[in-house]
């Protein structure tokens, strides 16, 4: 019979072996499915991928440049439509509402909104901003990712805005600025760098969000600018040409997800950077 | 306080009030009202659900739920396939994801030496980060025919075997399917779980722990018995904030589940969800009655994600709040 203090003992290595083990496994996908994104697009990413538009059925030559343009297109203007509204609604919960029970409940639903399927915004959008419209168009894509960034650009903001010690904002008081001069000038200002940390976190999550544009900026085959038209969009165009049969638009797809994965890599080690900078300066 | 302190009290806010800022006055507003937007948007939602699946839920009422058809050419619809795939690619996600969150979680907080925790926990970051459809492709063209090849066939020779669990272990492989999906679902909620776990995990008070230490506890018996205990409510809720993210999650899903209308018990077979459901098909919905039996779809799920995510959030906040005292 196994002496206690040896059983103990290897049920200890059994699991500390299993628990790196579970690390080995999460970081081993983690490579796999970089390495694969990197080997599979890396050959197609030419200067045809920027210049030329989406290939129809049959054509052998194409690039994605549409689809690239209408997606920066959409994200920005979500960026432009939703980064005010998380900053001031950030504002409230970490400032003028910082204990009443409202904030506690915005800040409970923006978690529950933060993750809560994004293609439910989609039908959300489709139902207010596309059927009464007349028809899908880059401007209900827009609000459909804007309002995907909203929960993110609050979080971050309220979070850095409250690590703001208070001190500061007394010494702001006792000299007789208005609570929102003092906002201005000593929360925005240490808030700053995390403003634009949701903001790119923002723009990273809405980089390769397919399901809300689905049925809201449906996608265009064409060039097209025009917000009041469906909207070519890169994510969709992946969706479209993964699942089609046609070999170069499988190849494209491949090239896009790449471009949309080092968008996505790019931005968020940059927020990460951002926000560590900007907790040791606080 | 005498009724003349109080009128005194009252005059003194009333000035007060009047003297404060214009501007700053309309500055709250309007921060106030960009916070209530945020319920405003949430309410909205389920709104518009409601009215968009009005037809469907009028015509079918709640046996909609438990109806197996879907036949958009007679408008006959019913959503118990996509019900029962959302659940069991749901279900194999958490069977495998929180094991695996909880391995790497208490490698992060007890086992790695400090330098190597800051790396994994943004590699964590990274994995959580990559966009839904970038795991579908690889799902789709890297993962599902490896695994068709190689780890369904062995599966279905020796777990396939068994009484009882060996009905799910049947069929052809195909390499696409619901077991396939559940995979890529785990994995994709293993981060969130995992960052939950680890945060949770930290509120531990370190004396309780150093003293388990002390008394001769191995590192796995401090887990078990002092970490997993006072930090139930965490655990719980972070297995179900990543429950909330599997049910919703579309791209991949849809892109490595083979989408058919089926119940099957067999995991091997293709399949369905909610979320796949509404994207091969609600941009092609001509009629009503199926665009409005697509939103009854979103409906359901909406209800079962925010229901799920809002016991998740409640047990974490109690935690929190344990934890400051």
New interface residues.
Partial sequence: MMSRYRR??L??HL??W??????A???S??A??LV??LL?GWPSLSMELFRADTPGPGMTTGGLRNAMVGSLMMNLLAIALAS???L??G???A???RYTR??D??R??????L??????????V???AVAPFGG?SGWAGAIALA?IV??VV?QTTETMIRLVPDTLREACAAMGA???VM?IKIGYRAAMNGVITGILLGF??I?????PL??TA?GNQYWSIDLSQPMPNL?VV??NF??SSFENW?TL??AG?LV??MV??LL?ITA?FLTATSKREL | MNTREAAALGELKKASVAS??I??QV??L??????????A??G??LL??I??SWQTLAKHGVGFLFHNEWDPINGNFGALAPIYGTLVTSVIAIVIGV??????A???TE?SPRILSRP?M??????A??????????G???FAPLFGQHVQPLLHDTLGRLPGIGLLFQGPPMGVGMLTAGLILA?MI???I?AVMCEVFDVVPKALKESAYAVGA????V?VRIVVPQTKLGLVGGIM?GL??A?????AV??VIGNAFLISPSLFSPGNTI?SV??NE??EADDDLYTSS??AL?LV??LI??VV??AA?LLL?RLRRKAAG
């Fill in positions: 103990r003992r049920v200890n699991f500390l299993l628990s790196m083990s579970a690390v496994v999460g970081l996908f983690l796999w499915i694969t994104v599979k005010p509204v998380g001031l609604a504002t409230y919960l400032e003028y509402g409202l904030a409940g915005v409970f639903m923006n978690d529950v909104l993750s809560s399927p994004s293609i439910i915004i989609g039908l959300f489709y139902e207010f899908f309002i909203v929960p609050l208005p609570r929102y906002i990273a999550r980089s390769g969000e397919t399901a689905l049925f449906l994510p992946i969706f993964a699942n499988q797809a491949w997800a949309i994965t996505v890599l968020s990460r | 404060r800022n501007t700053d500055f709250e309007v921060t106030l009202a960009c916070a209530a937007l945020v319920l948007v949430l909205a939602i518009s659900l009215m968009g094991p695996l969150s909880f391995g790497i208490m490698f992060i086992l994994l943004v590699a964590i970051e990274l994995l980060g990559i966009p839904s459809i970038i795991y579908g492709m690889w789709l063209f890297v994995l293993t981060p969130f995992s191995t590192t796995w018996e887990m904030l909330g993210r049910l919703g999650e579309t791209m849809t892109l979320s509404l994207a609600f941009a697509l939103m979103g799920l909406f994600a925010v995510l809002v959030r906040w």
